[in-house]
């Protein structure tokens, strides 16, 4: 089936105190946790599961291609993404390596996210400098889009050693690069490198008002039309989010407001009404969840993913488990069809692997009939 639009959510991994019960869950539980909510996500038809890559606690997924890889293994239809691989401080030759052998494993149900990450100590440790933090990200990525389309590259910059005659192995599935997001919550640069690639963009809109994003997209499809990969409505846009839901909204705020207070990325600051009423975090009914998030086409227009956050901030699994039921069940079936509806015929569907690969053999095959 041809998706226009994927849905799917996104964990950052975070081990936090649930702040109802006083009880940390441990690195392990939280692991096995992130593999059980991917399986989950498939098992109530969710399209998209990805994992962020964080160094630091109170974070645990530090290898992202060694959890996607054994979800791969216990799935069959989930795509498995990143949310966050940073593209500053690891290795580019190393993340040509790591994403087409999961490619392979994963019979192409693979793309990534680049992100700067939002870590400051993460740089030293790996031997970089935060000050180079965005020419880091304009230079590793220039190499890695050449590892996975030249099978032979010799290259030289200015951050790590020279390359001769370098081939990195496995090459990509079926000569297939896997689709690539470029991932930004405030910076222009990342908006302009994903334009200058035709790659995709990914807004990762949950901490501020919808005006700051609107702002970066239409940057990202001005540009992306301007380096002649479409028009600006043919730009291939992912929106994240935030949501907590029960039957009754009034039990949904009650029930998460501990979580909220609490949390470490927005604890102890606005409080949850105000919270949801500049960002998109919506506490409240499947409805309510519904109405909010088919808004995001007015302010940005049409796009082609939508990730939800949802296993944050001491929820224990029994109740993020709970919300993918009712996300799979009840938000997001209304949410494609609702999508669906006038939808233009020129916006692009959701990219996979079989799309990419049919638009490879395409071009392949037009200058021999030219």
């Given at each position: 089936m041809v998706t226009k639009v994927q849905f799917g959510i996104f964990t950052v991994g975070d081990v936090t105190m649930d702040p109802t019960t006083g009880r940390t869950p441990t690195e392990h539980e939280r692991i096995k946790a992130m593999v059980t909510i991917a399986l989950k996500a498939e098992e109530v038809g969710?399209?998209?599961?990805?994992?962020?890559?964080?160094?630091?606690?109170?974070?645990?997924?530090?290898?992202p291609t060694t959890m996607l890889g054994y979800i791969a293994a216990r799935t069959e239809r989930l795509i498995l993404s990143t949310s966050t691989t940073l593209i500053t401080t690891n290795d580019p030759v190393k993340?040509?390596?790591?994403?087409?052998?999961?490619?392979?494993?994963?019979e192409g149900r693979v793309d990534v996210m680049m992100g700067r990450g939002n870590t400051g100590p993460v740089y030293p440790w790996f031997g970089q400098d935060i000050r180079q933090g965005i020419p880091l990200a304009v230079e590793n990525y220039a190499l890695l889009h050449r590892l996975w389309r030249e099978d032979v590259v010799d290259w030289e910059g200015r951050f790590r050693t020279p390359l001769q005659g370098f081939t990195s192995t496995p090459r990509p599935l079926d000569g297939v690069p896997p689709f690539v997001w470029h991932g930004s919550i405030r910076s222009p640069?990342?908006?302009?490198?994903?334009?200058?690639?035709?790659?995709?963009?990914?807004?990762?809109?949950?901490?501020?008002?919808?005006?700051?994003?609107?702002?970066?997209?239409?940057?990202?499809?001005?540009?992306?039309?301007?380096?002649?990969?479409?028009?600006?409505?043919q730009a291939v846009v992912g929106l994240g989010g935030q949501v907590f839901m029960r039957k009754n909204s009034q039990d949904a705020i009650k029930e998460f407001r501990p979580y909220f207070d609490n949390a470490p990325v927005y604890g102890h600051g606005p409080s949850l009404e105000e919270f949801t009423a500049e960002t998109p975090l919506t506490v409240g009914s499947p409805q309510q969840v519904i109405e909010r998030t088919l808004e995001f086409r007015d302010y940005f227009g049409d796009y082609q993913?939508?990730?939800?956050?949802?296993?944050?901030?001491?929820?224990?699994?029994?109740?993020?488990?709970?919300?993918?039921?009712?996300?799979?069940?009840?938000?997001?079936?209304?949410?494609?069809?609702?999508?669906a509806k006038g939808r233009p015929a020129g916006v692009p569907d959701a990219p996979t692997h079989a799309s990419l690969l049919a638009a490879k053999r395409e071009a392949e095959i037009a200058p021999v009939e030219a």
């Open positions: 969710l399209d998209v599961f990805a994992t962020g890559e964080h160094h630091n606690p109170p974070f645990v997924p530090s290898s993340i040509a390596e790591d994403f087409a052998m999961l490619q392979h494993l994963a640069e990342i908006a302009e490198q994903a334009a200058y690639y035709g790659d995709g963009f990914f807004a990762n809109n949950i901490f501020w008002p919808k005006e700051h994003f609107q702002r970066l997209i239409a940057l990202y499809r001005r540009r992306y039309a301007h380096y002649g990969h479409g028009t600006a409505e993913r939508q990730l939800f956050l949802m296993d944050h901030a001491g929820l224990p699994l029994k109740t993020v488990l709970e919300q993918l039921d009712l996300l799979g069940e009840e938000v997001v079936p209304v949410l494609r069809a609702e999508f």
